[in-house]
């Protein structure tokens, strides 16, 4: 869809009359969006920019996103066999979260996935899907995250590493690489993760831990906390602890997970939330959080969790809690999907080695 520079454009909202082509809105040029010359209205949700009548024309930039989503999921077959004879790459990550607006690739806003995805197009000359085992939101910070990348280059893994680092801001690296089979995908294949909140408890914060916990400094029943936790565990129905958006869709999502452990610990001037589940619902741990910490204040009795579980209801649960107390501590996978037939890590014949389950080293 294109439009005619020389014809003008009239808003409604400001009477200002305005060429086609790509136009600004408020204070930053907004390129997703693309003025009409019929149109006499601008809307851009991001902004929250409206006027009496809307006409909304989505930016060939954001099609073009869901459009390679949906390749990513469902490639088709001549994609796929070409897929098959690429390398499969498993990466583990570590990033702070605190400057970038999630996971996942947003317009015009510097994400981890699109970050990493500039650095391997600059490493190696290809342009590559970073698929990530979970979305972390804004904030939310990652001591070791897993995704996987295709790739054609032949670059030994040990060499990818340093070389894709190099490409890297310092608050994303890349802390192993390794083949894996085929047919391994980093979300699909996920057997569990953990997750771990922290909340500092001292009254005064330092400023080098603000960004990575939650300052809590006033009095918490710290036991009613840690007596809490355990409700959480099995296969439930989290709809309670689901974002709102997650919440209202009932017919299409399911909110049943199962959580493997959940516990409360105190150590040092940390207070800290640590949960390990088959997968977690939009905001689902920190909702969690946010309803211990009620507890702790003696607004919420620890008996109570099973019935806030019972009512499926947002509004049922506590508040929740801020991102930056989160991190993505490590995902685990079955243990034969990290064989490759072909290579082992040194590139020999062989199998990957990668210690999987309770005992496995983590990263902290």
Same mark, same amino acid.
């Given at each position: 869809?294109?439009?005619?520079?020389?014809?003008?454009?009239?808003?409604?909202?400001?009477?200002?009359?305005?060429?086609?082509?790509?136009?600004?809105?408020?204070?930053?040029?907004?390129?997703?969006?693309?003025?009409?010359?019929?149109?006499?209205?601008?809307?851009?949700?991001?902004? &929250?920019?409206?006027?009496?009548?809307?006409? #909304?024309?989505?930016?060939? %930039?954001?099609?073009?996103? !869901?459009? /390679?989503? *949906? +390749?990513?999921?469902?490639?088709?077959?001549?994609?796929?066999?070409?897929?098959?004879?690429?390398?499969?790459?498993?990466?583990?990550?570590?990033?702070?979260?605190?400057?970038?607006?999630?996971?996942?690739?947003?317009?015009?806003?510097?994400?981890?996935?699109?970050?990493?995805?500039?650095?391997?197009? &600059?490493?190696?000359?290809?342009?590559?899907? #970073?698929?990530?085992?979970? %979305?972390?939101?804004?904030? !939310?910070? /990652?001591? *070791? +995250?897993?995704?996987?990348?295709?790739?054609?280059?032949?670059?030994?893994?040990?060499?990818?590493?340093?070389?894709?680092?190099?490409?890297?801001?310092?608050?994303?690296?890349?802390?192993?690489?390794?083949?894996?089979?085929?047919?391994?995908?980093?979300?699909?294949?996920?057997?569990?993760?953990?997750? &771990?909140?922290?909340?500092?408890?001292?009254? #005064?914060?330092?400023?080098?831990?603000?960004?990575?916990?939650?300052?809590?400094?006033?009095?918490?029943?710290?036991?009613?906390?840690?007596?809490?936790?355990?409700?959480?565990?099995?296969?439930?129905?989290?709809?309670?602890?689901?974002?709102?958006?997650?919440?209202?869709?009932?017919?299409?999502?399911?909110?049943?997970?199962?959580?493997?452990?959940?516990?409360?610990?105190?150590?040092?001037?940390?207070?800290?939330?640590?949960?390990?589940?088959?997968?977690?619902?939009?905001?689902?741990?920190?909702?969690?959080?946010?309803?211990?910490?009620?507890?702790?204040?003696?607004?919420?009795?620890?008996?109570?969790?099973?019935?806030?579980?019972?009512?499926?209801?947002?509004?049922?649960?506590?508040?929740?809690?801020?991102?930056?107390?989160?991190?993505?501590?490590?995902?685990?996978?079955?243990?034969?999907?990290?064989?490759?037939?072909?290579?082992?890590?040194?590139?020999?014949?062989?199998?990957?080695?990668?210690?999987?389950?309770?005992?496995?080293?983590?990263?902290?």
């Amino acid at each position: 869809m294109t439009c005619d520079p020389s014809e003008p454009t009239r808003c409604a909202a400001s009477g200002e009359t305005r060429g086609g082509s790509i136009t600004p809105l408020g204070a930053r040029p907004l390129p997703c969006i693309i003025i009409l010359p019929s149109s006499d209205v601008l809307y851009c949700k991001e902004d &929250r920019f409206s006027c009496l009548s809307m006409r #909304v024309v989505i930016l060939r %930039r954001e099609k073009e996103n !869901v459009k /390679a989503q *949906e +390749q990513e999921e469902n490639p088709p077959m001549s994609e796929t066999i070409q897929r098959e004879q690429m390398r499969n790459i498993l990466l583990r990550l570590a990033y702070d979260g605190t400057e970038f607006f999630g996971w996942q690739v947003q317009p015009a806003r510097p994400t981890i996935q699109g970050v990493l995805a500039a650095a391997f197009r &600059r490493t190696c000359g290809e342009e590559v899907a #970073v698929c990530g085992a979970g %979305r972390t939101d804004a904030g !939310v910070h /990652a001591c *070791e +995250q897993a995704a996987n990348v295709r790739l054609a280059a032949p670059i030994p893994c040990p060499n990818l590493v340093q070389a894709v680092n190099d490409h890297l801001p310092e608050s994303i690296r890349m802390l192993s690489a390794q083949e894996v089979s085929p047919q391994f995908h980093a979300r699909r294949d996920a057997r569990s993760k953990i997750y &771990r909140y922290q909340i500092y408890r001292e009254p #005064v914060c330092p400023p080098w831990l603000s960004r990575y916990v939650c300052p809590v400094p006033y009095v918490l029943e710290e036991q009613a906390m840690q007596q809490a936790a355990p409700y959480f565990e099995g296969t439930k129905d989290f709809r309670s602890f689901a974002s709102a958006e997650h919440s209202q869709d009932r017919e299409q999502r399911s909110s049943v997970r199962t959580v493997f452990s959940s516990v409360v610990t105190r150590e040092g001037a940390n207070l800290t939330y640590t949960i390990e589940g088959n997968g977690f619902l939009h905001h689902m741990v920190r909702n969690i959080v946010g309803t211990l910490l009620l507890v702790g204040r003696n607004k919420i009795a620890p008996q109570a969790i099973p019935e806030i579980l019972a009512a499926a209801s947002r509004s049922a649960a506590g508040p929740t809690a801020p991102a930056r107390g989160l991190h993505l501590v490590r995902v685990f996978y079955p243990d034969e999907l990290l064989r490759n037939p072909a290579l082992d890590n040194e590139g020999n014949p062989g199998r990957i080695q990668e210690k999987i389950g309770p005992d496995a080293d983590e990263v902290s």
